[in-house]
């Protein structure tokens, strides 16, 4: 099929080399030149796993394209068009920014020829209500539009597009268009239909509250967690024996159930920020103020990390070197955004100490994003005689390291495991502190 893909940052550019991927033949749509360019030449410009090869095959297939606008992209010729603009938090209150996804809409309104009948599908993130605000903007034009909301993950966003969980539609109320849109996007998502993954049909606003309600569940669960090994804290326990013990339970699972620095990235924080705020606008909010708790706890972990160097640093805070590990919100990613372990190293420096930090690939987008701190592209170079280890990206390599190895290069064998990702009994056996969160108490190791 022939195929808009309509805003290319990261949602876009990876549905854009996937659908093509499909057999597809699609036109990217990008108005940030550099970004365009880079996916153009067939290289992602951001890190994600696969996706270079994806893109540079594509692209040399002649099955995938980048222009600046709809006008470039010969939408006549288009079956489906998908919105892919980014929802970036718009106000201190939370509310998202739908000022870009307007103006696309509004721009492929403009292009689409009245009377001829194609499908124009979300994928955006925005707060409920929004959908049917652009379908009565649509309508002029004889575009049916409905709701087929993204659940990537960072690292893993090939595999989620390709291989979900679930794919949901939210159609249009009209019985006509609502199995007019379905029977094309079936054909867009024919190979994966034909594996088994549940497709699941339910209205606009339902579409769009599953999205929210999803990544505010995540993160209630992190943070759940997070309070819990603030109690471990207090009283003396070990919380990742607690995780274990409770994540066996099936009505509970063990996923996003270790402790440490909490989420951030590109979408838990804004998006719960944004239910809260649409939420209040629908006279409501009483319903969602848990995630204004939710927050605060995530929030809060990231100074118990300073704290941690203030109290186990010989010596104190000020003046002492600290390596961090990481600085991507998660591994298999560049993304630094609202990134738990910038802003842990950024505080560490207002503190006074020196702050080295290493990360395989977020280095070029801190030293963009933030001044103050040493970005050490070499391992070794940054954990030199430092004071203190924090580890705040579980990246493998990092759990991987040989504690041994890296006690000759520090000047002192002290680890603040932000992530509760490093085989602990490993590194106290090579003579170091470990110190999780949830477990600052407890530095006995015992072995089944």
């Known amino acids: 099929m022939r195929i808009s893909v309509i805003g290319c940052g990261y949602l876009g550019a990876v549905h854009a080399a996937c659908m093509a991927g499909l057999g597809h033949e699609v036109v990217g749509i990008e108005v940030d030149a550099r970004r365009r360019r880079a996916l153009a030449a067939g290289r992602a410009p951001f890190h994600e796993p696969g996706l270079d090869s994806l893109l540079a095959r594509e692209v040399r297939r002649r099955r995938l394209r980048f222009v600046e606008d709809a006008a470039m992209a010969d939408l006549d010729a ?63 034009t004889g575009a049916v539009l409905m ?12 595999e989620d597009t390709l291989h979900p969980d679930r794919i949901v539609y939210g159609l249009p109320e009209h019985q006509d268009c609502a199995e007019y849109a379905k029977q094309l996007l079936d054909s867009v998502y024919a190979p994966l239909l034909g594996e088994g993954i549940p497709r699941l049909l339910t209205d606009l606003e339902t579409a769009e509250l599953i999205k929210v309600a999803a990544n ?72 969602l103020d848990f995630l204004e708790d939710v927050e605060a706890i995530n929030l809060r972990r990231r100074q118990k990390v300073v704290d941690l160097v203030r109290e186990k640093v010989p010596g104190g805070i000020v003046g002492a070197k600290v390596c961090v590990l990481g600085a991507a919100f998660k591994p298999d990613s560049d993304d630094i955004r609202d990134s738990p ?16 930090v290493n990360d395989p690939k977020a280095l070029p987008t801190l030293a963009r994003e933030v001044t103050g701190l040493d970005l050490e592209e070499d391992l070794e170079t940054a954990l030199a005689e430092a004071d203190v280890v924090v580890l705040l990206t579980e990246w493998e390599h990092f759990v991987a390291l040989d504690p041994w190895r890296v006690a000759e290069l520090v000047s002192t064998p002290l680890v603040i495991d932000g992530r509760n990702a490093l085989p602990r ?3 106290v056996d090579a003579g170091w502190e470990h110190v999780g969160l949830g477990r600052a108490g407890v530095q006995t190791v015992l072995k089944a």
């Open 341 to 356: 372990a910038v802003d842990v190293a950024l505080r560490l420096h207002e503190a006074g100490a020196h702050v080295s």
């Open 216 to 287: 505010s569940f995540l993160a209630t669960k992190i943070s759940f967690i997070n309070a819990m090994a603030e109690v471990c804290e207090a009283a003396g326990a070990d919380v990742t024996v607690l995780a274990d013990a409770i994540g066996r339970d099936s009505r509970i699972g063990n996923l996003f159930l270790r402790a440490g620095v909490g989420f951030g990235g590109g979408c838990l924080p804004k998006d719960i920020r944004a239910f809260r705020a649409r939420a209040h606008e629908l006279g409501v909010g009483d319903a």
């Open 78 to 140: 288009v079956d489906v068009h998908f919105l892919c603009v980014g929802t970036p938090q718009g106000d201190p209150e939370g509310s998202a920014d739908l000022s870009h996804l307007d103006r696309a809409v509004e721009a492929l309104a403009k292009v689409l020829r009245p009377g001829r009948r194609t499908l124009v599908v979300g994928k955006s993130t925005v707060p409920v209500g929004t959908a049917r605000r652009l379908a009565q903007r649509l309508a002029p």
């Open 425 to 427: 009994a490993r590194w």
């Open 147 to 158: 709701w087929n909301p993204e659940f990537l993950r960072e690292g893993f966003a090939i």
